[in-house]
């Protein structure tokens, strides 16, 4: 079952702009909800992470968007960066589980 | 800082074959993780060890075994290899259990085809 849908897809966008990808997940027990960035040939690297009772975490040009009662994060990537074209995986986590459930994944390409 | 080192980085087998994966982590984590990788699924859990002397199944663990050997290694299993086997074998770490800023630190990959 897919307990994390992310979209879109793939996304490309133009050098300067805001690149946003977006999860919901369905189980509401979950305490953790990391974004990962993957390079091609390499394995995918924590970029930033929030937890349900933060509304937005911002960590330079990267800000998650939380909204717990519609069961949605989202990755905002500011003044997007040809540095920044890479794989995008949403995922989720409950604490003494500690299995990662990720998203299917968003291949972002930034254009000059 | 090796981090996390998978070996081998490419490998091809006939359907039929055996092969283990192995992975080592040198930071001193409790928990390690093996994940496969597929075009369009995202990252999914074979098997997992929550410390040593201990493993569990994630969600596709079927055609799969695994070895936690000590604390440092896991390694992972193909006792039969078939061609739906064929993916990108990501093995992770992480520190104690029930921590946040926790993340799991992946190695980069064993890219396995089965012909």
């Known amino acids: 079952q897919q307990q994390v849908k992310q979209s879109p897809q793939s996304l490309i966008v133009q050098k300067g702009g805001i690149s946003i990808i977006n999860c919901a997940y369905e189980n509401t027990a979950f305490d953790y909800f990391p974004w990962y960035q993957q390079f091609p040939g390499k394995g995918p690297a924590l970029l930033i992470a929030i937890r349900p009772d933060v509304s937005e975490k911002k960590e330079g040009r990267f800000t998650i968007s939380f909204n717990k009662s519609a069961k949605q994060f989202s990755l905002h990537i500011m003044d997007s960066q040809p540095g920044d074209s890479a794989t995008y995986f949403c995922?989720?986590?409950?604490?003494?589980?500690?299995?990662?459930?990720f998203g299917t994944g968003t291949r972002l390409t930034i254009i000059p | 800082n090796a981090g996390v080192t998978q070996t081998p980085k490419f490998q091809v087998l006939k359907t039929g074959q055996s092969m283990t994966l192995q992975c080592a982590q040198d930071m001193n984590h409790n928990s390690m993780y093996w994940y496969r990788q597929d075009p369009g699924m995202g990252l999914r859990l074979i098997y997992y060890s929550a410390s040593e002397g201990t493993t569990d199944k994630g969600e596709v663990p079927n055609g799969y075994n695994v070895s936690r050997l000590n604390k440092r290694e896991f390694s992972l299993r193909l006792e039969s290899a078939a061609p739906s086997q064929t993916s990108v074998y990501f093995c992770?770490?992480?520190?104690?259990?029930?921590?946040?800023?926790?993340?799991?630190?992946f190695g980069d990959g064993t890219r396995l085809s089965i012909l």
């Open positions: 995922a989720v986590i409950r604490f003494g589980n500690e299995k990662l459930t």
């Open positions: 992770a770490s992480s520190g104690h259990r029930g921590l946040d800023n926790q993340p799991q630190h």
